[in-house]
Structures are given as structure tokens and as C-alpha cells.
């Protein structure tokens, strides 16, 4: 098991356009610098698909102009199409000199259906479509990250088969992506299936090209962590406070908690640079901006302890 | 790791007794006997502890008398002395021929402080009381559980030396005890930690005397089970909903959810004998009973995804 362990910090993207309430640019911008603030290196800020689709991120452009520079931390944002990748240029052309630096992520499903209700397109086009975008990217001196989803399984389809999301992986690594997330859209992953998932990889990348993106929707999320550390994945992604989380019921979480994951890593004694105080300052910041009690367990803990005894 | 693993339930009393709303006797029958319909083989029914201190509690005569008879499942109640003994041996006699087997758990606190808070005595004077409690017990036919609260960590004086815990295990299975459970009462556990305390019982129990009963509070819970289950323990507490959760925040979590643990041990290709659809029905159940929606995540995941859409 590795000492150091990345902690990929999603909530201002993937948290963000999941939640009815649009957030003001100033205040993503201050949630973003309280992540950084509280030692995340690796921040998921925006994503540059239409503001037709994504109305809570039309502001991709304004945010990425206006990233904070903190010392060792990065940027990533998502970019679905050329067009996309054209808006992040002008807004990084618009930031001009000194501005942190901000790689791009492109996406897909590892199922027919979810990428064809996602992206309106076979996974094989979307493939076709990203050996263009990708080295489209790399060519203006960006690093490229790449997302699968429904690794674990399909909302529509159930199961997956894994040496689906293999070749879709080995696909993106060809074409020069770093490293590739592998999400659990739905949070039905189980720690044999992450193991089996991961045991597939091994023969087609370095355990720093994998991420886990894991979901908490029944409970697994840092079981599936633990699964993934024991077979040497190093970086995973998390949401402050659970953003983003299924708001259909209340009490359901979607995205792993970014505090419940660094609380695990640290309990474990593995490095995450993260100071956890300074996060939970963050996910209380979260909780605000977005006005509804987050999922995240942890946070909630802390709050709880910090509040006046019967408050 | 085991094939089969026991999942034994400890919402009627753990979950009830920590609920603002006390539940009607018969409402409390209905529930146990869902869960036993469930395939728990398992259940913590009620407590004889004094009716003033846990008022939510006070019909455990009642309960033990009229508790179904399922094939399989035999049913455990708190006894924390002489007085407890004496009314659970009326409520047996009472209940007479045919009677589903019970049997009684004795408990204490790995830490000092929480011990005298929730017993009023020195660890060693519950011990001593122990060593006259269990064999009188065990003398009036009965099996013996034992329970070691704060074991992870104490809410007044933070981190227990696991050695404490080892010590008392040991104690209450010279005792007679055949099972003793380990909790996590403020749900700090960690990973590692675990698989450490469990290092420390390895020379001195049998896998199965050992039970591991976590909390879900800061979202670890399953990943400690996951450590523990690789350690070699075939018993897990859990309480159905995640019933029982601190009252004090919401959304805030104590008890594993039964439903969250069924899920990742049947996705682990796990024996346990219960069948998830009737488990979450349980857990629909007891959400109805005490009246506010319970934290478990499976649970929740189930129920969003049975209401209609945008119900």
C-alpha cells in the first residue's frame, strides 16, 4: 500500500452541477479556495459542456479565468467536445501569466445506454470523437484526464462487464491521457467486484494512471476505497460534504465525501497533505452556498460536535 | 475469509432505545418479527435494564414473552444484573414450552470514563459483578453474550489502549461468555486500527467468538468490516435503517445500517441467510414506526428507487 495517497477533490464540478440551486461565480470561487486552502492539490473546477445542458456551470469560463494560485495545487475542468476545448483556450488565453495550471478531463460510459442518454452518441463514436480531442488538447500543452463511468454498473443496463471499462481505459492511456477515473455512477460497487475491476487494469497500466471515483449511495464507498488501496491505486476522487448527491430522497448520498475519505487516509496514517480541520471549514462552507444539509458523515460529526450542547 | 458470515441484528433494542419515540409493544413485535422473516437468524429483542434509565425499553417482558417463533432464529436481551436476570427468567417462565431460545448479554466499557458514566463503576467493579452475573446465567440455562463498548475510542477521553479491550475480552470468555462484541460506540474506527485490535485477540479467541459491531458516523463502517472479515470475523452488528442514529444532527449516523452490511456481503458473494427485498421492507417499517427517515443508505437507495419518478 502506498504512504501518499492523492485526494481528487470533485465537489465544485461534479458536485455543483448536480445541485438544483446555481451557486454565484464569487462563491465557487471561494469554496474553491477554501479546497485549496485546506491542502487539496487536485481540484475539479468546472466543465465547459453547452450551459444548455449544464446550466449550473455556465460560468466555466469566469471561473477558470479567476482560479486561485495556491502554491502546488491544480486545476481540472471538464471538456466534452472541440468547442469545449476552444472555450477553456480563450478563458486560460483571458487568465494570461501566473494563472495555476488547469488540465482537461474528457468522458465517457463504459455502457451503450448511459452514454448514449449522456452523450447522445455509441460509446465507439464517443471513442472516435476523443481520438481527435484528445491529442487536439494535449497539442495546446494541456494534460488530459479521462473519465469512464458506470464501471460498477448501468442505471439502465445493471451489471457491467469490467473488460469493457479495460479497454475502454487502455483506449484513453493510448491516446495520452495521464490517468484514467473510473466512476461507480451508481453506487453499487462491492469490494470483490473493485478488486476483480482493478486485478483487470493491472496488465494495462500503472497503478498511478488509475483513479477510483466511488459513489455512497449504499454505504460502500470507503470499502471499495480499501479495496482499491490494498491493490495500489494511489489517487481517488471525493466530493466536499457529499455534494452532489442524489437529491430524490432525502438522507441519499451520491459521491464518497471528500471528509469521510481523508478521514479513513488519515486514521490509516497515509499521507494526504489534507489538513482536515480546514476541510470541514470547507464542507460547512459548502453546506451553505448550496443551502441544504449535506450527506457527508464526517462533516456532520464535526458539526455536530462543535455545536453548543442541545444546538 | 469465511463464506458464511452471521448478520446479527441489533435494531429492536440498540436502534429503539436510542429513538425519542417510544415504539407500542406491538409495533416493536411486528418489527422483530419482520426482521426474523427477513432470514435474521439473530436479534437483539429488548433490554432488562431499568426502566428509568431506558424508558423506550420498559415493555422488555412483554417483548420476550410474545417473541416469534421462526425456524432458526433465537433472540438475545441486555441483562445488566442480578435484578435484570431475575425479571428475564419470569418472562421466559411466563412465556413457557415452545418458546423461541434467548439469551442474555452482558456488557461494559473498554474506557473508564464511559464505563462510569453509563454504569456507575470502575471497570473492575463491573468485571467483578460479571464474574457472579454470567455464571448465574449460564446456571439458569442461558448462553452469554458479552459486549465491549468505546473499544475504538472514547467520547471523554479519546483514543483506548486496545490492549484494554484484549484484557476484557479475555476476562469474558473465561467467564462462559461464548461470543463477545467489540464496538465502535463513537464510530472513529479505522482500517488499520482494526485489523490491529484484532491482532491483539488473535492468540486469545476463536474467530467466532468475536463479533465486530461498528458505527457508520463518519462513514467507516463498512470499510472496518471489510478489514475485519479479512481478519477472519464471521459476525457482524447492525441495526436495521441505521436505527438508532445520533438523534442530534440530521442525517448524522450511529448503527451500521443492516441493510448497507446484507448489501456488500451478498455483493461479496457472502452467505448470510437473509433476503435484501424482505430486509428493506423491515427497514420501510421501521421508518414508519419511529416516525423520521432513517440514515441507512441502502435503505434510502431502495426506497428512492421504488417510488415513482419525482415522488
Redesign the interface.
Known amino acids: 500500500m502506498a504512504h501518499r495517497v492523492t485526494v481528487y477533490e470533485v465537489g465544485p464540478r461534479d458536485g455543483l452541477q448536480n445541485e438544483a440551486r446555481t451557486v454565484p461565480t464569487a462563491d465557487k470561487l471561494a469554496l474553491i479556495g477554501a479546497l485549496a486552502a485546506a491542502g487539496l492539490r487536485r481540484i475539479e473546477a468546472s466543465s465547459f459542456v453547452s450551459p444548455r445542458w449544464i446550466p449550473q456551470l455556465a460560468d466555466a469560463a469566469e471561473v477558470t479565468a479567476a482560479l486561485p494560485a495556491v502554491d502546488g495545487t491544480s486545476y481540472v475542468v471538464l471538456v466534452p467536445n472541440a468547442k469545449g476545448l476552444d472555450r477553456l483556450a480563450v478563458a486560460l488565453a483571458r487568465a494570461g501569466e501566473g494563472h495555476p495550471p488547469v488540465e482537461a478531463a474528457v468522458f465517457l460510459s463504459a455502457s451503450e445506454t448511459h452514454n448514449r442518454k449522456n452523450l447522445n452518441r455509441t460509446v465507439a463514436e464517443t471513442l472516435g470523437e476523443l481520438e481527435a480531442l484528445v491529442p487536439a488538447a494535449l497539442a495546446r500543452g494541456l494534460r488530459v484526464r479521462g473519465y469512464v463511468s458506470t464501471v460498477w454498473g448501468c442505471p439502465y443496463e445493471g451489471p457491467v462487464d469490467p473488460g469493457r471499462a479495460a479497454e475502454i481505459v487502455e483506449r484513453l492511456l493510448a491516446l495520452g491521457c495521464h490517468q484514467v477515473s473510473l466512476g461507480d455512477t451508481i453506487?453499487?460497487?462491492?469490494?470483490?467486484?473493485t478488486r476483480r475491476i482493478l486485478g483487470l487494469l493491472r496488465a494495462r497500466a500503472r497503478p498511478e494512471q488509475i483513479a477510483l471515483h466511488m459513489h455512497?449511495?449504499?454505504?460502500?464507498?470507503?470499502?471499495n476505497?480499501?479495496?482499491g488501496l490494498e491493490e495500489g491505486v494511489t489517487t481517488f476522487d471525493a466530493s466536499i460534504g457529499g455534494l452532489g448527491g442524489?437529491p430524490?430522497?432525502?438522507?441519499?448520498?451520491g459521491n464518497?465525501?471528500t471528509?469521510?475519505l481523508v478521514?479513513?487516509l488519515?486514521?490509516?496514517?497515509l499521507e494526504t497533505g489534507v489538513d482536515f480541520r480546514k476541510l470541514v471549514a470547507a464542507g460547512a462552507l459548502a453546506q451553505r452556498l448550496v443551502g441544504r444539509?449535506?450527506?457527508?458523515?464526517?462533516l456532520?460529526?464535526e458539526?455536530?460536535r462543535a455545536?453548543p450542547a442541545g444546538g
Open positions: 453506487g453499487v460497487g462491492t469490494p470483490n467486484q455512497d449511495t449504499r454505504g460502500t464507498a470507503l470499502a476505497v480499501l479495496a442524489c430524490y430522497a432525502p438522507g441519499a448520498s464518497l465525501a471528509e469521510d478521514y479513513m488519515d486514521g490509516m496514517g444539509t449535506l450527506p457527508g458523515k464526517a456532520q460529526a458539526l455536530a455545536a
